[in-house]
């Protein structure tokens, strides 16, 4: 019998992604959710500007050696991370660079 094959090789591989660290991005998604409202950071005027500022805030705060946001209890990094997402959904959208 012969082996079997699947055309695979070029496609994402999400076994690379360490997925625990992901859960402190999924509760700082859900505190926001719970602050705000659930995808209210798509309807943020000036995303792009503002949730790169976020991300350097948070980045300092970790510079500074303070690992967790006093408003939150959560990771500094978790906050960059979940800024940088933002971004990397908004894309070249042009409506979010106001």
């Known amino acids: 019998m ?6 695979d090789s070029d496609k994402l591989d999400y076994t690379l992604v360490p997925w625990k660290p992901m859960d402190e991005v999924v509760k700082v998604l859900m ?3 719970k602050k705000y409202d659930r995808d209210n950071w798509k309807k943020v005027p000036q995303a792009r500007r503002r949730y790169v500022a976020a991300a ?14 006093s ?15 933002f ?10 660079s106001d």
């Open 31 to 33: 505190f926001g959710a």
């Open 2 to 7: 012969s082996e079997g094959k699947k055309f």
């Open 87 to 96: 971004l990397l959904w908004f894309g070249a959208d042009e409506d979010s």
């Open 71 to 85: 408003d939150s209890g959560l990771p500094h990094a978790a906050h960059a991370i979940c800024c940088l997402i």
């Open 56 to 69: 350097y805030r948070h980045l300092n705060e970790i510079a500074e050696g303070n690992w967790r946001d």
